[in-house]
C-alpha cells in the first residue's frame, strides 16, 4: 500500500488536471484534454523536477509549434519532401538532445517530436496549422502552469533531502567497499555488488543536481554537489590501485607487512568515525608521513613497493576526507568556500564522455523509422494513419539513449493499447451517462487518483503514466458529447499501430545491446591510451582523464550486466591515469630518464594499438615490462626528490595495472602466472 504523501501526490495532480481541464473548457479551446494529459506530463512529488520540466517543456513545445507554423505551408505541396523535412528536423533535435544528460535535454527532445505531433494532423489542411499550433501551445501552457502553481502550493517536496539520502546510501556502501581492502577480506560477489551499488548511486546524482538550481537550492551547495561528485569519480580507481598495491606488498615482500599493518589498522579506526574531523585526518597524515621512505632509498625495489603502497592509501585518506566535508557542506547547507584536502592536477570539471557514433545511428534510426512510417501511410491513403507516425517518432525519440531501446518501446505499446480499451469504455459506457463537469469529476477520480498514486513508485512509473496520458487524450473530452466508434476505432488504433511499427523496426535496426556498448567503450578506452603517445597540453591530458573516468561510469554497469569482469576496465583506466602522471612530470627530468619515460608512454600506446588491431585483450609484451625496470633504475638520481617519488609511484602503479600482482621482476627471476582479478575471473 502506497504511503499518505504518495496518496496526497495522487489527489493532488488529479485536482490540478481537472481544474487545467476545467478552465480550457470554460474558455472554450478546441482540445482541453491536452491539458489534462499535460498536468499528468509535467507533474513531480519533487518541487525541482516539476519546475525544470513545466520549463523546458513550454520551451520545446513553442520551438516545435514554430517549426511546425514555418514548414508546412512552405512544403504541403511535397508531402514526400515534409515527411524528410519533419523526420530530419526531429532526428537533428534528438541527436542534439543526447548530449545533455541533464533535465534540459528534454526541451530539445520534446521540440523535436512536437513539429509531427502538430504538422502531420494537417496535412491535408495547412491552413488550419496557426490554429493547431496556437491551441496546443495554449492548452499545453495551461497546464504546465496549473501543475507548476499546483505543485509550490499545497506541500511541496524538496529534492534535496532524496539527494542527501542518496548520497548517504553511496557513502555505506564505498565504507564497506573500501573496508573490504583495507581489512584484506576481498570476496569478489560482496565487492562485485558493493562496486555496482555505488556505480548506479553515483549515476543518479547527476541529473539530480541539475534539478537542485529549480528548487532554489544556494548557489554554494550545487557548487558543493557538483565537486563531491567529482571526487566520487575518482574513488573506485583510487581504491583499486591501493589493492594492488598491498597485494604486490604482500606477495613481494612481507617482511614489510608487519610495519604496514598498524597503518592500515589507523585508517580503519578513522574511517570507522563517519565524521570531516581535520585534526584526525592530520593525524593519520603525520603517520603515513613518518612511514614515507626516503627518496634516494628508492631504488631498492621493496621500499619503492612499500613507498608506494602508503602513497595509494594517502591518496584514498585525503580523497575520503573531501567527501565527507563536502557531505557535511551539502547537509548543512553550509555557504563558506569549501577547501579541498585532495589536490591532484589531474582534478578538473567533469567532461562528459559521449559515443556520437551510437548517438547519431540513433538518430538515425529515428529519422529512418519516420520517414518508412510516413510513406506506408501516404500509400495506404489511411485517414487517421497520421497518429501512428507520430506515436512512433515519440517512442523512437524517447528510448533513443538506451542499448536495447525494444523492450521499453514494446511496454510503450502494451500500455497505449490497454488505454484504447479504459478510453472505450469511459466513451461509451460512462460519459453518455453524466451531464455536468461534477459527475465528470466523479467519475474520473477513483481510477485517476489511484492510477496517478503508483506513478510515485519508479517501477510503475512508465506504465502508470503512459495510461493516465493516452487515456485522457484518447477520450478527447470536448464541451459537448459527440462519439463515434467507427471513428474513434479509426483514430485510436492508428497509435498502437504506430508503435508496433517502432518496436518492429527498433528490432531490426538495433538488434544490438549492452554488450556491443560495452565493447565499444573498451575500444574507446584502447584509443585513449594511444592518444596518450601524441603531443598534447597539460589541460587536454587532464580533459582527457576526467573523461575516461566518466566513461568508466558508464562501462562498468554494462560489463556487470553483461556478466563480464568489472575489474579489467579499472585497470585500463589506472593506466590511463598512470601514463597521464608520467607525461606531467616527464619534462622536469632531463636526459636518459626523460627518453626512457617518453619511450615507456610510446611503448605502452603500441601495446593498445596492438589490442585494437587484434580486436581483444592481448598480455602485455615482455619488452614493455623491461624497459619499466631500466626506467625505474635511470630514474635513481634524476629530478628532484618530490618529481623522482612521483615518476616511480607512477611507474609502479603502471606496472601494478598491466601486470597485477607482480612488481618489478628481475631478470633471474621468473615471469608470474597472472592472479586472478576482483572478481575471481581470470585477467
Known amino acids: 500500500m502506497p504511503p499518505a504523501r504518495d496518496w496526497f501526490y495522487g489527489v493532488r495532480t488529479f485536482a490540478a488536471s481537472m481544474i487545467a481541464l476545467y478552465i480550457a473548457l470554460l474558455m472554450q479551446m478546441p482540445r482541453p484534454y491536452w491539458a489534462m494529459a499535460t498536468v499528468y506530463i509535467v507533474s513531480n512529488p519533487f518541487l525541482g523536477p516539476t519546475t525544470s520540466k513545466a520549463l523546458y517543456r513550454a520551451i520545446g513545445t513553442f520551438v516545435g509549434a514554430a517549426a511546425a507554423v514555418l514548414f508546412v505551408p512552405m512544403f504541403v505541396q511535397s508531402p514526400y519532401v515534409l515527411v524528410v523535412v519533419i523526420a530530419l528536423w526531429t532526428g537533428i533535435l534528438l541527436f542534439l538532445s543526447l548530449h545533455l544528460r541533464t533535465a534540459n535535454n528534454y526541451a530539445l527532445m520534446l521540440a523535436g517530436y512536437t513539429l509531427p505531433l502538430i504538422a502531420l494532423p494537417v496535412v491535408d489542411n495547412p491552413l488550419a496549422v496557426w490554429d493547431v499550433a496556437e491551441a496546443r501551445t495554449e492548452e499545453i501552457f495551461l497546464g504546465i502552469a496549473v501543475a507548476a502553481v499546483m505543485g509550490a502550493m499545497f506541500w511541496p517536496r524538496r529534492l534535496a533531502p532524496v539527494f542527501n539520502d542518496s548520497v548517504s546510501k553511496w557513502f555505506a556502501d564505498a565504507s564497506n567497499y573500501s573496508l573490504r581492502f583495507l581489512n584484506r577480506d576481498v570476496k569478489p560477489d560482496e565487492v562485485s555488488a558493493l562496486r555496482m551499488s555505488m556505480v548506479a548511486n553515483f549515476n543518479s546524482l547527476e541529473l539530480m543536481i541539475g534539478q537542485l538550481p529549480h528548487e532554489g537550492s544556494r548557489p554554494q551547495t550545487v557548487r558543493n554537489t557538483k565537486e563531491l561528485r567529482g571526487r566520487m569519480i575518482h574513488l573506485l580507481p583510487v581504491i583499486d590501485a591501493l589493492d594492488d598495491a598491498l597485494y604486490a606488498l604482500e606477495r613481494r615482500t612481507p617482511e614489510l607487512v608487519d610495519k604496514f599493518s598498524p597503518l592500515l589498522a589507523a585508517a580503519t579506526e578513522w574511517l570507522d568515525h563517519n565524521d570531516a574531523d581535520l585534526e584526525r585526518w592530520r593525524a593519520l597524515k603525520d603517520q603515513l608521513e613518518a612511514l614515507q621512505p626516503e627518496p634516494h632509498v628508492l631504488e631498492d625495489r621493496k621500499q619503492l613497493l612499500f613507498s608506494n603502497a602508503i602513497y595509494r592509501l594517502g591518496e584514498w585518506v585525503d580523497l575520503w576526507q573531501d567527501c565527507r566535508s563536502l557531505q557535511f557542506a551539502i547537509q548543512c547547507e553550509s555557504q563558506d568556500n569549501w577547501r579541498a584536502v585532495y589536490r591532484h592536477w589531474r582534478l578538473g570539471r567533469l567532461t562528459p564522455f559521449l559515443d556520437r557514433g551510437l548517438m547519431l545511428y540513433s538518430a538515425a534510426s529515428t529519422v529512418t523509422a519516420i520517414i518508412v512510417a510516413s510513406v506506408l501511410w501516404i500509400l495506404l491513403g489511411w485517414t487517421d494513419g497520421g497518429s501512428a507516425v507520430i506515436l512512433a517518432a515519440v517512442a523512437c525519440s524517447f528510448f533513443a539513449s538506451m542499448d536495447d531501446p525494444a523492450p521499453q518501446i514494446y511496454r510503450f505499446f502494451f500500455w497505449t493499447a490497454l488505454s484504447v480499451v479504459f478510453a472505450s469504455l469511459y466513451l461509451f459506457l460512462v460519459l453518455p451517462n453524466l451531464h455536468d463537469f461534477p459527475m465528470l469529476v466523479l467519475a474520473f477520480a477513483v481510477p485517476f487518483i489511484c492510477v496517478g498514486t503508483l506513478t510515485v513508485k519508479p517501477q510503475f512509473y512508465l506504465g502508470m503514466l503512459l495510461t493516465l496520458v493516452n487515456t485522457s487524450s484518447f477520450i478527447s473530452i470536448q464541451g459537448a458529447y459527440d462519439a463515434d466508434f467507427l471513428s474513434f476505432a479509426n483514430s485510436n488504433l492508428a497509435g498502437p499501430m504506430g508503435l ?184
Open 500 to 683: 508496433l511499427f517502432a518496436f518492429i523496426w527498433t528490432l531490426i535496426s538495433r538488434p544490438f545491446g549492452a554488450e556491443y556498448a560495452a565493447k565499444r567503450l573498451t575500444r574507446f578506452s584502447w584509443r585513449d591510451i594511444v592518444s596518450l603517445a601524441e603531443p598534447a597540453t597539460l589541460a587536454e591530458h587532464r580533459q582527457l582523464g576526467v573523461q575516461m573516468l566518466d566513461r568508466l561510469m558508464q562501462h562498468l554497469p554494462r560489463l556487470a550486466m553483461t556478466g563480464q569482469d568489472t575489474g579489467i576496465a579499472l585497470r585500463e583506466v589506472r593506466v590511463a591515469l598512470n601514463l597521464l602522471d608520467l607525461l606531467a612530470y616527464s619534462p622536469r627530468v632531463s636526459g636518459a630518464p626523460q627518453v626512457l619515460l617518453r619511450q615507456v608512454v610510446a611503448e605502452v600506446g603500441e601495446y593498445f594499438k596492438a589490442c585494437l588491431k587484434a580486436g581483444e585483450r592481448l598480455q602485455a609484451p615482455s619488452p614493455l615490462l623491461m624497459t619499466l625496470d631500466r626506467t625505474r633504475r635511470a630514474l635513481g638520481g634524476a629530478g628532484d626528490d618530490e618529481t623522482r617519488r612521483h615518476l616511480l609511484h607512477a611507474l609502479s602503479g603502471l606496472r601494478l595495472a598491466l601486470l597485477p600482482g607482480v612488481e618489478f621482476v628481475g631478470a633471474a627471476e621468473p615471469e608470474e602466472p597472472l592472479p586472478h582479478g576482483i572478481d575471481g575471473a581470470p585477467l
